[in-house]
C-alpha cells in the first residue's frame, strides 16, 4: 500500500525558511524511474507545482520559484525533504507531496500540510 | 513553459446530466502526457485520467477523456451527487516538469 505523508511546522514567520519532509512507504525512493513532487495550494485557490526529485537525483523546479527552492532526498529513510526559503504571508498553503514515475502522472497523493506565515 | 487554461470556470448542472470540461494548452503536450484530478473540499486530489484519455485505477467508466496537441477534455457522462467537485487538467510531459490549469468547479444547480 502506497502511502505518503507530510510533516513541518504549522506557523512560520515572514523572511523565514521553510522545511517539509514528506515520508513515504509501499515503495522505494531508489527504485528506478520513480520521483516525488511537491505541490501547494494556497486557500481557495488552484493547485502550483513546486518542484520534483527521482530516483536518480534528477530535479526539476517551478521556474517562478526556483531561486528559492531546493529538493533533496534521503532514500535510507524514504523522505524528501522541501525546503523554501524567505517565506512571505502569499505563501501560505496547503502543502502536498505525492508519487510521479518518469513520464507518469502523480498517482499518489497525501493528504497535505497547512502552513500559515504570520509574524 | 506550457500553460493550461481551463474553461468554463464554473459549470451549474443536475445530478444525471452530462458535464464537458476544456483544458487548453499554450502548445502542443507531447505524447498525450495530460492528465485530470479531482478535488473535493478538504480533500488531496485524486487522478482520474491520465495520457490524456486511460482511466486510473478504480475510476468510474462515466469518466472519460479526450484530445490531443493542445486540447483536452474531460466528459462526465451522468453526474453523480459525489461528482460535484473542481477538476483540474495537468501536463507531465514538458520542462521544468508538471503545470495545473486553473480548475473548474462543477457544482449543483
Known amino acids: 500500500q502506497v502511502t505518503l505523508k507530510e510533516s513541518g511546522p504549522v506557523l512560520v514567520k515572514p523572511t523565514e525558511t521553510l522545511t517539509l519532509t514528506c515520508t513515504v512507504s509501499?515503495?522505494?525512493?531508489?527504485?528506478?524511474?520513480?520521483?516525488v513532487s511537491w505541490i501547494r495550494q494556497p486557500p481557495g485557490k488552484a493547485l502550483e507545482w513546486l518542484a520534483h526529485?527521482?530516483?536518480?537525483?534528477?530535479?526539476s523546479y517551478s521556474t517562478s520559484l526556483k531561486s528559492r527552492l531546493t529538493i533533496s532526498k534521503d532514500t535510507s529513510k524514504s523522505q524528501v525533504v522541501l525546503t523554501m526559503t524567505n517565506m512571505d504571508p502569499v505563501d501560505t498553503a496547503t502543502y502536498y507531496c505525492?508519487?510521479?514515475?518518469?513520464?507518469?502522472?502523480?498517482?499518489?497523493w497525501g493528504q497535505g500540510t497547512l502552513v500559515t506565515v504570520s509574524s | 513553459e506550457i500553460v493550461l487554461t481551463q474553461s468554463p470556470g464554473t459549470l451549474s448542472l443536475s445530478p444525471g446530466e452530462r458535464a464537458t470540461l476544456s483544458c487548453r494548452a499554450s502548445?502542443?503536450?507531447?505524447?498525450?502526457?495530460l492528465a485530470w484530478y479531482q478535488q473535493k473540499p478538504g480533500q488531496a486530489p485524486r487522478l482520474l485520467i491520465y495520457?490524456?484519455?486511460s482511466r486510473a485505477t478504480g475510476i468510474p467508466d462515466r469518466f472519460s477523456g479526450s484530445g490531443s496537441g493542445t486540447d483536452f477534455t474531460l466528459t462526465i457522462s451522468r453526474l453523480e451527487p459525489e461528482d460535484f467537485a473542481v477538476y483540474y487538467c495537468?501536463?507531465?510531459?514538458?520542462?521544468?516538469?508538471?503545470?495545473f490549469g486553473p480548475g473548474t468547479k462543477v457544482d449543483i444547480k
Open positions: 505525492a508519487r510521479a514515475g518518469y513520464g507518469d502522472p502523480l498517482d499518489y
Open positions: 509501499g515503495f522505494s525512493l531508489s527504485n528506478a524511474r520513480m520521483g
Open positions: 526529485i527521482f530516483s536518480n537525483d534528477e530535479k
Open positions: 502548445q502542443s503536450v507531447s505524447s498525450s502526457y
Open positions: 495520457g490524456a484519455s
Open positions: 495537468q501536463q507531465y510531459g514538458s520542462s521544468p516538469g508538471f503545470t
